[in-house]
């Protein structure tokens, strides 16, 4: 059976962490792999959802860290899919501090290439997104860009050019 073409809203996913001594760095804030590593969970998520099969971290870019997250803090890991090539698809996730109000405070963006891993473990062709809204066209774009600049940086390594 042939994966249905999907929505962002379809595959979005949303994994709730409270910080724990053991997640601590020497400075007291949330250690950047232990983050890093929810991050790459909740991508798997949105990528397993959009795919509708396994799926492989191919890159992981643009991992911002914007503020830090200390113990007994709620981190909240949103993961939604922003564009679809053949096998592979980048999704956008966003990281944040929920307070106890309900309130979220930004603390991290990233930006991962996940890749559709079919039962013979190697890359398969992925359904296609449907975007249903401005805000969802302008991610593809932005995302487009990041996928042309990715290639170009790739053609200069593969020269052994640097920019």
């Not at 200390?70 to 939604?80: A, E, L």
Request: aromatic letters at 4%; proline letters at 2%; charged letters at 30%.
């Amino acid at each position: 059976m042939e994966p249905r073409d999907k929505t962002v809203a379809e595959s979005m996913a949303e994994t709730c962490h409270i910080v724990m001594a053991g997640d601590l760095n020497d400075s007291g804030r949330l250690f950047g792999g232990v983050l890093l590593r929810w991050i790459d969970e909740t991508a798997g998520i949105v990528g397993r959802r959009h795919a509708q099969m396994n799926v492989t971290t191919g890159t992981i870019e643009n991992l911002r860290f914007l503020k830090g997250a200390y113990i007994k803090d709620t981190v909240i890991v949103s993961g939604k899919v922003t564009y679809v090539g053949n096998a592979s698809m980048e999704v956008k996730v966003e990281s944040y501090v929920e307070h106890i109000d309900g309130s979220r405070e930004l603390i991290n963006i990233a930006y991962l290439t996940m890749v559709g891993m079919g039962d013979d473990d190697r890359p398969h062709r992925l359904p296609r997104l449907i975007l249903t809204s401005d805000e969802e066209r302008q991610e593809w774009r932005m995302a487009e860009e990041r996928r042309a600049q990715r290639l170009r940086q790739a053609e200069q390594d593969a020269s052994g050019k640097s920019s």
